[in-house]
């Protein structure tokens, strides 16, 4: 049972990282890059969640919407202003400059709403399941933290796959020259994945912040460089490897805290990568891609 | 430069060789080489002897497997079925690296330069393995350190020299024009000291009279070095002019070998070229 | 044909390699002149050190980023191997080698042959992949180089050296000294770093990357760099130049982080996290790929920088943010290069000519 306990809250914490690698993998699948700020942006939805909820009181679920508003609004203006003019230029740049924004985003956090912590309201209140006669409780919050992962994940995939915008999406993934004489307005494409993704970062943030209620400028810093590294175990560009890869890296990572060591947890999950990259270099569902010759 | 027909001879184990290598082990031999490429077969079946040397050109409509034999041969790609022997030694198991090292060199179909290095540091980044002076020498520059350098320099040099290129040796390779670019990259291949040399289109993009020069540079790469030569090539003049037999590949498959006047009038030749005449 | 010859044939490089060795050169004697007339405020004599040790980072990460091509994101790992390493050799040398500029230097000989040696470990798996896959594993290296120094505890007592991980069960004797103490790392360093020593240390950084770039094995970096395929087509053993590169840059940042571990009265890993690695990065990316100069002014200004933003004290890592995108912007941006070339006649003529 208590396996079982520690597999859920696994899965929870996974869902989240899911949420978060689903941002940075369509980012990278479209615009070719590791959009380092992504996880600063889940900081910002957490920052205005926490504002709509506990100074405005407003009803939890308006404070979530009205964060992926802003967080929409804020990939997006970031792509137009930072991204945007570095197109042609050499990947290694693009990096810096998110690296760039990354900070940015902190310090302007920082200066707008310090660095002492603040105590996040759980959207859906503490309380939970209990399960064979109490043996097992699943909190309300990380039921719906994984409710939500799913419904993203089922409806993002339908978007993609279905709808014209998303038709556009995977053709600008495959080839932005090729696409664009087809008449898809890449610019476009890319600000509305950003958006997308910067949407799905408020969501994360309004979970994460949740389950973990302490809530501070560099809340994103970590979940951000995991949720990352779960995009590159899942395959990074690949939407259902972004799903598996968080799913399996935060069941790992609770595991590790479980049975092996709380310090060393970080170590076990990026070894876990390591050894998933040696075996599968390009992720678990990424494709393989040979240059020809 | 006239040209003097090549005398074949027919040598046990069903291949021709020019009467010249014909008593000496062939530098190539391929034996039911084959592969399959995202299920298709792309090669098959692919049985060739080249000899210690010979100029053959490889021809064959687009996406006939030309440039797939030559990623076969320095295991670009590993071949799904049969033997490559180069100089009589089994390939099986060996890279890139290791195929090189044991004599096949090749250039481009797209050019691939190092871009950024100057012409001779491209020829002599492909002497590298000639070189023996360790890190430690080059940290401190010891003796063994310059004299070696000051030896591959002298022969890069040199080698450009065949080409016409030794005023151009501190440019940078990527800033060279076209033609000059794909002469590099034949350099770069002589440099480390090949027995088989593998040209993938020398010719592409040149106009007749770059063609005509380029011609006259394999056939003087050819006699100074004493090499066998395999060259792909769309441009049929060249083909005609330089290349003692030829291989026709047409989807994969081997649908002639001869000389050149006996490909000119093969009709499986002709036919996959020019596709089937309709019966009048 | 002398080697005069030769070297004339690469007067461009030749002259850049030169102008390098002279402006740190200058810089030193006018930064020692300095310091000694008391001509630098204090706080930035405190920084020499340390901006050396950071200038010999830009110039190790620059061979693998900028000569070898491959995106490390956990450059930082190696430098706290190094500190690490390197600060315990001193502690253990104090007794028998009083003379410290001695003792410093064999630590950090130590420190680069122990980061030479976790180069080699990482560089094993990591060389095997392409881009951003193995920039994502030098991060995760860098994250686990970290956990497992904030949990590794080394003492030493008249039994030997004891080593345990996560708990303290080294059970020294008495008189023993606990070294390591995992994640509060090592404290009261003496400090024996010096800035001569520094400077001695990027002169040093520079002739290794400088010689080994324009010898065999540099010009086999830069041309599996520029094209793997065609490299592997004339004979490179292309694993072993990547982790010749690795290697040699992982040793000179070992060295860097025992220098830079010397300034300070305490260590702790948590010091060499991946804000540290993106850091050098940022140097070695604003210097220019593959120009050592360029990093090594980079190192320098932007270590100083923050601490001249002080006066804007909450506004100062804001600054430094707006900076970085906006020099990015600026380098890269093909209407904002243009735009600026414009400005500038110097670029002007040249273009033209």
């Given at each position: 049972?208590?396996?079982?306990?520690?597999f859920?809250?696994?899965?929870?914490?996974?869902s989240?990282?899911?949420?978060?690698?689903l941002?940075?993998?369509?980012?990278?699948?479209?615009a070719?890059?590791?959009?380092f700020?992504?996880?600063?942006?889940?900081?910002v939805?957490?920052?205005?969640?926490?504002?709509a909820?506990?100074?405005?009181?407003?009803?939890?679920?308006?404070?979530?919407?009205?964060a992926?508003?802003?967080?929409?609004?804020?990939?997006?203006?970031?792509?137009?202003?930072?991204?945007?003019?570095?197109?042609?230029?050499?990947?290694?740049?693009?990096?810096?400059?998110?690296?760039?924004?990354?900070?940015?985003?902190?310090?302007?956090?920082l200066l707008?709403?310090?660095?002492?912590?603040?105590?996040?309201?759980?959207?859906?209140?503490?309380?939970s399941?209990?399960?064979?006669?109490?043996?097992?409780?699943?909190?309300?919050?990380?039921?719906?933290?994984?409710?939500?992962?799913?419904?993203?994940?089922?409806?993002?995939?339908?978007f993609?796959?279905?709808?014209k915008?998303?038709?556009?999406?995977?053709a600008?993934?495959?080839?932005k020259?090729?696409?664009?004489?087809?008449?898809?307005?890449?610019?476009?494409?890319?600000?509305?994945?950003?958006?997308?993704?910067?949407?799905?970062?408020?969501?994360?943030?309004?979970?994460?912040?949740?389950?973990?209620?302490?809530?501070?400028?560099?809340?994103g810093?970590?979940?951000?460089i995991?949720?990352?590294?779960?995009?590159?175990?899942?395959?990074i560009?690949?939407?259902p490897?972004?799903?598996?890869?968080?799913?399996?890296?935060?069941?790992?990572e609770?595991?590790?805290?479980?049975?092996?060591?709380?310090?060393?947890?970080?170590a076990v999950?990026?070894?876990?990568?390591?050894?998933?990259?040696?075996?599968?270099p390009?992720?678990?569902?990424?494709?393989?891609?040979?240059?020809?010759? | 430069m006239a040209?003097s027909?090549t005398?074949y001879?027919?040598?046990?184990?069903?291949?021709?060789?020019?009467?010249?290598?014909?008593?000496?082990?062939?530098v190539?031999?391929?034996v039911n080489?084959?592969?399959?490429?995202g299920g298709?077969?792309?090669?098959?079946?692919?049985?060739?002897?080249?000899?210690?040397?010979?100029?053959?050109?490889?021809?064959?409509?687009?996406?006939?497997?030309?440039?797939?034999?030559?990623?076969?041969?320095?295991?670009v790609?590993?071949?799904?079925?049969?033997?490559i022997?180069?100089?009589?030694?089994?390939?099986?198991?060996?890279?890139?690296?290791?195929?090189?090292?044991?004599g096949?060199?090749?250039?481009?179909?797209?050019?691939?330069?190092?871009?950024?290095?100057?012409?001779?540091?491209?020829?002599k980044?492909?002497?590298?393995?000639?070189m023996?002076?360790?890190m430690?020498?080059?940290?401190?520059?010891?003796?063994?350190?310059?004299?070696?350098?000051?030896?591959?320099?002298?022969?890069?040099?040199?080698?450009l020299?065949?080409?016409?290129?030794?005023?151009?040796?501190d440019?940078r390779?990527?800033?060279l024009?076209?033609?000059?670019q794909?002469?590099?990259?034949?350099?770069r291949?002589?440099?480390?000291?090949p027995s088989?040399l593998?040209?993938d289109?020398?010719?592409?993009?040149?106009?007749?009279?770059?063609?005509a020069?380029?011609?006259?540079?394999i056939?003087?790469?050819?006699?100074?070095?004493?090499?066998?030569?395999?060259?792909?090539?769309?441009?049929?003049?060249?083909?005609?002019?330089?290349c003692?037999?030829?291989?026709?590949?047409?989807?994969?498959?081997?649908?002639?070998?001869?000389?050149?006047?006996?490909i000119?009038?093969?009709?499986?030749?002709?036919?996959?070229?020019?596709?089937?005449?309709?019966?009048a | 044909?002398?080697?005069?010859?030769?070297?004339?044939?690469?007067?461009?490089e030749?002259?850049?390699i030169?102008l390098t060795?002279g402006?740190?050169?200058l810089?030193?004697?006018?930064?020692?002149?300095m310091s000694?007339?008391k001509?630098?405020?204090?706080?930035?004599?405190g920084m020499?050190?340390?901006?050396c040790?950071?200038?010999?980072?830009?110039v190790?990460?620059n061979?693998?980023?900028?000569?070898?091509?491959?995106?490390?994101?956990?450059?930082?790992?190696?430098?706290?191997?190094?500190?690490?390493?390197?600060?315990?050799?001193?502690?253990?040398?104090?007794?028998?080698?009083?003379?410290?500029?001695?003792?410093?230097?064999?630590?950090?000989?130590?420190?680069?042959m122990?980061?030479?040696?976790?180069g080699?470990l990482?560089?094993?798996?990591?060389l095997?992949?392409?881009?951003?896959?193995?920039?994502?594993?030098?991060?995760?290296?860098?994250?686990?180089?970290?956990?497992?120094?904030?949990n590794?505890?080394?003492?030493?007592?008249?039994g030997?050296?004891?080593?345990?991980?996560?708990t303290?069960?080294?059970?020294?004797?008495k008189?023993?000294?606990?070294?390591?103490?995992?994640p509060?790392?090592?404290s009261?360093?003496?400090?024996?770093?010096?800035?001569?020593?520094?400077?001695?240390?990027?002169?040093i950084?520079?002739?290794?990357?400088?010689?080994?770039?324009?010898?065999?094995?540099?010009?086999?970096?830069?041309?599996?760099?520029?094209?793997?395929?065609?490299?592997?087509?004339?004979?490179l053993?292309?694993?072993?130049?990547?982790?010749?590169?690795?290697?040699?840059s992982?040793?000179?940042?070992?060295?860097?982080g025992?220098?830079?571990?010397?300034?300070y009265?305490?260590?702790?890993?948590n010091?060499?996290?991946?804000?540290?690695?993106?850091?050098?990065?940022?140097?070695v990316?604003?210097?220019?790929?593959?120009?050592?100069?360029g990093?090594?002014?980079?190192a320098a200004?932007?270590?100083?920088l923050?601490?001249?933003l002080?006066?804007?004290?909450?506004?100062?890592?804001?600054?430094?943010?707006?900076?970085?995108i906006?020099?990015m912007?600026?380098t890269?941006?093909a209407?904002?290069k243009?735009?600026?070339?414009?400005?500038?006649?110097?670029?002007?003529?040249?273009?033209?000519?």
């Amino acid at each position: 049972m208590i396996f079982l306990n520690f597999f859920i809250s696994g899965i929870s914490l996974g869902s989240i990282y899911a949420i978060i690698a689903l941002g940075y993998t369509m980012v990278y699948g479209i615009a070719k890059m590791l959009n380092f700020a992504h996880g600063d942006v889940i900081m910002v939805g957490a920052y205005v969640c926490f504002y709509a909820i506990s100074r405005y009181g407003l009803n939890p679920f308006v404070g979530v919407a009205l964060a992926m508003l802003v967080c929409t609004l804020l990939g997006i203006i970031v792509e137009r202003l930072a991204y945007k003019p570095l197109r042609q230029a050499p990947s290694l740049a693009v990096l810096i400059t998110a690296i760039g924004m990354s900070y940015f985003l902190q310090n302007t956090a920082l200066l707008l709403w310090s660095s002492n912590p603040k105590v996040f309201p759980s959207i859906i209140g503490r309380g939970s399941f209990k399960l064979f006669e109490g043996a097992l409780s699943v909190s309300h919050v990380t039921a719906l933290t994984i409710a939500t992962c799913l419904i993203i994940m089922v409806v993002l995939s339908l978007f993609i796959s279905k709808t014209k915008l998303g038709k556009a999406m995977r053709a600008c993934s495959e080839d932005k020259g090729a696409a664009q004489l087809m008449g898809i307005n890449v610019n476009a494409t890319i600000s509305l994945t950003f958006a997308i993704g910067s949407g799905l970062a408020a969501i994360a943030g309004a979970l994460l912040c949740s389950a973990y209620p302490t809530l501070m400028p560099t809340t994103g810093s970590l979940p951000g460089i995991k949720a990352f590294t779960a995009a590159v175990f899942g395959g990074i560009g690949s939407i259902p490897g972004a799903f598996l890869g968080g799913i399996m890296l935060g069941v790992i990572e609770i595991f590790a805290k479980a049975y092996i060591s709380s310090q060393l947890s970080d170590a076990v999950v990026f070894g876990v990568l390591i050894v998933v990259l040696l075996v599968k270099p390009s992720g678990l569902l990424g494709k393989q891609t040979q240059e020809k010759v | 430069m006239a040209k003097s027909k090549t005398k074949y001879v027919s040598i046990p184990s069903t291949t021709i060789l020019p009467e010249r290598d014909a008593s000496r082990e062939p530098v190539l031999k391929c034996v039911n080489l084959g592969i399959t490429l995202g299920g298709i077969k792309a090669v098959e079946d692919f049985n060739f002897t080249v000899g210690r040397t010979e100029i053959v050109g490889l021809i064959g409509p687009n996406g006939a497997g030309k440039t797939t034999v030559f990623n076969l041969l320095t295991k670009v790609y590993q071949p799904t079925t049969g033997t490559i022997l180069l100089n009589g030694r089994d390939t099986h198991g060996m890279n890139t690296m290791q195929v090189n090292r044991a004599g096949i060199a090749r250039t481009f179909q797209n050019i691939r330069l190092f871009k950024n290095l100057s012409v001779v540091d491209n020829v002599k980044a492909a002497m590298n393995n000639d070189m023996r002076y360790n890190m430690l020498s080059a940290i401190l520059r010891l003796p063994n350190y310059r004299r070696e350098e000051i030896a591959a320099h002298r022969r890069a040099l040199k080698l450009l020299s065949i080409f016409d290129m030794q005023d151009m040796a501190d440019v940078r390779a990527g800033s060279l024009p076209y033609g000059a670019q794909r002469r590099l990259e034949i350099v770069r291949a002589l440099a480390t000291n090949p027995s088989l040399l593998l040209l993938d289109e020398p010719a592409a993009g040149m106009n007749p009279s770059e063609t005509a020069d380029l011609m006259d540079n394999i056939r003087k790469v050819h006699e100074m070095f004493q090499i066998a030569i395999i060259l792909i090539e769309h441009d049929m003049s060249l083909v005609m002019n330089i290349c003692e037999g030829i291989c026709v590949l047409n989807f994969g498959h081997v649908i002639a070998k001869g000389t050149p006047d006996e490909i000119q009038n093969n009709p499986a030749v002709i036919e996959a070229y020019l596709g089937r005449r309709k019966e009048a | 044909m002398t080697m005069r010859r030769l070297i004339n044939l690469k007067r461009v490089e030749a002259r850049r390699i030169y102008l390098t060795y002279g402006i740190v050169i200058l810089a030193y004697i006018i930064c020692q002149t300095m310091s000694s007339t008391k001509f630098l405020s204090s706080s930035m004599r405190g920084m020499l050190v340390p901006i050396c040790a950071y200038m010999v980072m830009a110039v190790s990460l620059n061979l693998v980023v900028g000569i070898s091509g491959e995106l490390s994101l956990g450059h930082a790992g190696f430098m706290s191997v190094g500190a690490f390493s390197g600060v315990a050799t001193a502690i253990l040398l104090q007794k028998v080698l009083p003379f410290a500029p001695a003792r410093l230097a064999i630590a950090m000989i130590v420190a680069a042959m122990f980061a030479a040696f976790a180069g080699f470990l990482i560089g094993i798996p990591v060389l095997r992949l392409k881009g951003d896959y193995l920039a994502i594993v030098t991060l995760a290296f860098g994250e686990i180089i970290k956990s497992i120094l904030n949990n590794f505890y080394m003492g030493v007592d008249s039994g030997g050296i004891h080593f345990s991980m996560l708990t303290d069960t080294t059970r020294l004797l008495k008189g023993g000294r606990l070294i390591i103490k995992g994640p509060m790392g090592i404290s009261g360093i003496q400090k024996i770093s010096t800035f001569p020593a520094g400077f001695i240390l990027v002169m040093i950084a520079l002739m290794i990357v400088f010689n080994l770039v324009n010898s065999r094995s540099g010009r086999a970096f830069m041309a599996i760099r520029d094209d793997r395929i065609a490299a592997e087509s004339i004979g490179l053993d292309i694993t072993k130049y990547k982790m010749m590169a690795f290697v040699t840059s992982a040793a000179l940042a070992g060295a860097a982080g025992a220098l830079f571990a010397m300034n300070y009265s305490t260590i702790v890993a948590n010091k060499f996290d991946f804000n540290t690695s993106i850091l050098i990065l940022v140097f070695v990316v604003l210097g220019g790929q593959g120009n050592m100069l360029g990093g090594i002014i980079a190192a320098a200004v932007l270590t100083i920088l923050p601490e001249k933003l002080r006066q804007f004290s909450d506004y100062r890592m804001l600054l430094y943010a707006i900076i970085l995108i906006v020099m990015m912007l600026a380098t890269n941006n093909a209407e904002i290069k243009s735009f600026l070339n414009r400005l500038n006649p110097f670029k002007r003529r040249e273009e033209a000519e």
